[in-house]
């Protein structure tokens, strides 16, 4: 017998018993256990017409990404771990997360004052544009820190919090300083309860501020560039700091966050030493039946990582989010917008109406009207002196001003939706979509290479319940562009047993490819059954290459074609 | 082999121990520090409803069947509420990028949950939420009796029909 494998047993079985041994004395009393779980594992097949052979797939025809997640919990302790597992990772995930191990684990104790973890943690700073750790399992994007974090409330309405660690990158463990070293601190100030004197004020207001430091030891760095090598003196402690205030008068809202980072050279911007900026502002005014939002952000070089060599999503220390509206039907977000963290500058506003049942517009069952604006535009950068280039690397980059908007755009969607009732059987939602991608800067391609798509988008989404646990959902979707592959439409039927059975069929017809060999159906057929907290479902067929976003991450998904299983459960 | 025979049946004695006791139940919620959609501080313990059942329901404004859920819950809502007394938590998940149009989005769709924010989901990751829609039936002990993922519609018929249990004192599977 292996002994490792006894001496593990017998940990677990020693654990296990535990509660046996106290059980007498109620000590953990109160204990709970609980977890999830999502297995992803596909079969794939190989698809000429879109290029999927088997060295695309490298051979490798069945994949899985899988995870397990438990936690414990007695009183004010937890503790928990996430189990992963990519064998080898779906297509589309990077291929550095091949392997299994377990990435996060933690203890945490807390009670009204101090709430502390040791282990991995996601934390958010304010806004994020400081600091903010998360995991998103759709994207394969996980930037937890791993060390220690400690947050004090030490009265109503005052919290501070402290954290200290390095950030996961893909299985790769730390030592010896292979990436940066992440500390932070943020104090939150809730005026209206610190004071007594504004615990009824009709103005409320919170005041936060946040300051984030990075180690990264290497003082030199040999670049090479136009087939030289350049040496460069570089910052090992970069900081990123700044301040966020929420003002809130009874209907109307104002929350703003500004941050300010020191010079940062990295591989992303070109090693250039300028410092960063951000700004990010939005006023919200809303009553029953009436919401209106505005926002904007500014975004100078303020691109923050633990590790200033990393170029793709890896390693985010802040979260720079986009604020244009994010899309969830497929021809909508066919080309959907990602912040450009070197420089950018934009606007969004969003107006949501309701016309209440038996009224004039709403008519007998109520309608709703949802009409939103996004531009996104770069910076105007002018060069810092007549000898160097903007952008030139290793020098002072570029001078620019706040708010120096550039005449590039980058993004634009104007949209509006309509939901209308029709009766207690009929329902349906319409929408139109105007977008402009610059796909270029977008997709990260040469000037001139793609250009810029004009895009019209319409979508109909009509559901009809048949009987009370049956019902039957379609979907009818066009795009229509002169740019990249031109016209698409989609169709989707969709057809639901409450609660637990669905199945349903989609295609996704590019009609208008100019390459007449490249018009070519995408069709799914998908399937699931749930069952309290647990749901199996698969879909099979042709999926188009495109980009997933979530947030302000988007990864790209290449083509494939094959049978998905998926399976997602929590306790 | 023997020792690893031994093993096994402790594990399965302790395996029982935890299951008589209960701990795969959320007898309490977590506490968790929350936003209200006015940026103003709120902690998960102050999710309570007098004694009466209490509906959590995770969402974001950009998941179409969570709005779904939400829309043809909102059509009911008030009859639910003269004939049982429930409430709906509405925890949204939407992060810095869209929970700021969360406010205008309920209003805007005249929805009268109360709504959380749950921005870098704490309270989702405390709750072993996954994908959503899930959504969270709670009695009024405030033990959850209940969980469901995904909407389809009719659920809600699903829903309300077990909360008319717990009022009438029946067990909820």
Request: net charge positive.
């Amino acid at each position: 017998m292996n002994r490792r494998i006894c001496c593990y047993l017998g940990a677990i079985s020693l654990l296990l018993l535990v509660p046996v041994m106290v059980k007498s004395q109620d000590v953990l009393k109160g204990s709970e256990v609980h977890g999830s779980m999502q297995a992803d594992a596909t079969y794939y097949l190989t698809d000429p017409k879109t290029g999927i052979t088997d060295s695309t797939l490298d051979g490798k025809l069945i994949r899985m990404n899988a995870f397990t997640e438990v936690n414990y919990s007695l009183g004010n302790f937890t503790a928990g771990m996430r189990f992963e597992a990519y064998l080898p990772p779906l297509t589309g995930y990077d291929a550095q997360y091949n392997g299994v191990g377990a990435p996060y684990w933690y203890v945490n104790y807390k009670n009204d004052y101090i709430d502390v973890t040791a282990g991995n943690f996601y934390e958010q700073f304010g806004y994020g544009m400081m600091l903010r750790t998360y995991q998103e399992w759709t994207l394969g994007y996980d930037n937890s820190l791993r060390g220690l974090r400690v947050k004090v409330m030490p009265a109503k309405g005052i919290t501070f919090k402290g954290v200290y660690g390095v950030q996961r990158y893909y299985w790769e463990p730390y030592k010896d300083y292979n990436r940066g070293i992440v500390k932070g601190f943020d104090a939150d100030f809730y005026l209206n309860d610190i004071f007594k004197s504004l615990n009824d004020a009709k103005v409320k207001l919170t005041l936060g501020g946040s300051f984030v430091s990075n180690y990264q030891q290497g003082a030199t760095k040999d670049i090479p560039s136009d087939g030289k090598i350049l040496a460069l003196t570089l910052p090992e402690n970069v900081s990123n700091y700044g301040g966020r205030f929420n003002l809130n008068i009874g209907d109307f809202n104002w929350f703003t966050e500004y941050a300010h980072k020191i010079n940062d050279p990295t591989a992303l911007n070109n090693y250039i030493y300028k410092s960063g900026d951000g700004l990010f502002t939005n006023m919200s005014f809303s009553k029953p039946g009436l919401g209106i939002s505005l926002m904007s952000k500014w975004i100078d070089n303020l691109s923050y990582k633990s590790d200033r060599s990393v170029s793709n999503n890896m390693l985010n220390i802040n979260y720079l989010p986009s604020i244009t509206k994010e899309h969830s039907y497929a021809l909508a977000s066919m080309y959907p917008y990602s912040t450009q963290p070197n420089g950018e500058v934009g606007v969004s506003g969003t107006v949501t109406l309701h016309f209440p049942k038996n009224s004039t517009i709403g008519g007998k069952t109520g309608l709703s009207v949802a009409g939103n604006f996004s531009q996104v535009n770069g910076l105007k950068k002018t060069q810092v002196n007549d000898t160097t280039a903007v952008g030139q690397i290793g020098t002072a980059g570029y001078a620019s001003a706040f708010y120096g908007v550039g005449d590039i755009v980058y993004y634009q969607d104007a949209n509006i939706e309509v939901t209308k009732k029709f009766n207690k059987k009929w329902k349906g939602i319409f929408t139109y979509l105007y977008q402009t991608y610059n796909k270029d800067v977008v997709e990260n391609h040469a000037p001139g290479d793609f250009g810029t798509i004009y895009s019209q988008i319409g979508i109909a989404d009509i559901a009809w319940n048949i009987t009370k646990k049956h019902s039957l959902r379609w979907e009818v979707q066009g795009l229509w562009t002169k740019q990249d592959k031109g016209n698409w439409v989609a169709s989707l039927l969709e057809f639901t047993i409450s609660p637990a059975w669905f199945v349903s069929v989609m295609d996704q017809y590019n009609y208008g490819n100019s390459n007449t060999s490249q018009r070519l159906n995408y069709y799914t057929l998908s399937g699931g059954y749930t069952n309290h907290s647990t749901r199996i479902s698969f879909s099979y067929g042709r999926q188009r290459e495109g980009i997933i976003c979530v947030g302000g991450v988007c990864r790209y998904v290449p083509a494939t074609n094959g049978l998905t299983l998926t399976v997602t459960s929590s306790f | 082999m023997k020792t690893l025979r031994f093993l096994l049946l402790l594990t399965l004695i302790g395996s029982c121990t935890f299951a008589q006791e209960g701990v795969f139940t959320y007898k309490k919620l977590p506490t968790v520090k929350l936003k209200t959609v006015k940026g103003l501080p709120y902690t998960s313990d102050s999710i309570t409803n007098n004694g009466k059942p209490i509906i959590i329901s995770f969402w974001a404004t950009w998941c179409k069947p969570c709005v779904r859920e939400l829309t043809t819950i909102a059509d009911v809502y008030d009859d639910w509420i003269t004939e049982t007394g429930v409430k709906l938590y509405a925890i949204s998940v939407d992060d810095s990028r869209s929970m700021t149009l969360v406010a205008p989005m309920i209003n805007g769709k005249g929805w009268d949950y109360t709504v959380l924010l749950d921005p870098n989901s704490d309270f989702k990751r405390a709750m072993n939420v996954g994908p959503i829609p899930h959504t969270f039936l709670l009695n009024g002990k405030g033990e959850v009796v209940y969980q469901h993922t995904s909407f389809s519609e009719g659920d809600e018929l699903n829903l309300i029909e077990m909360v008319r249990k717990l009022n009438r004192g029946e067990e909820v599977k």
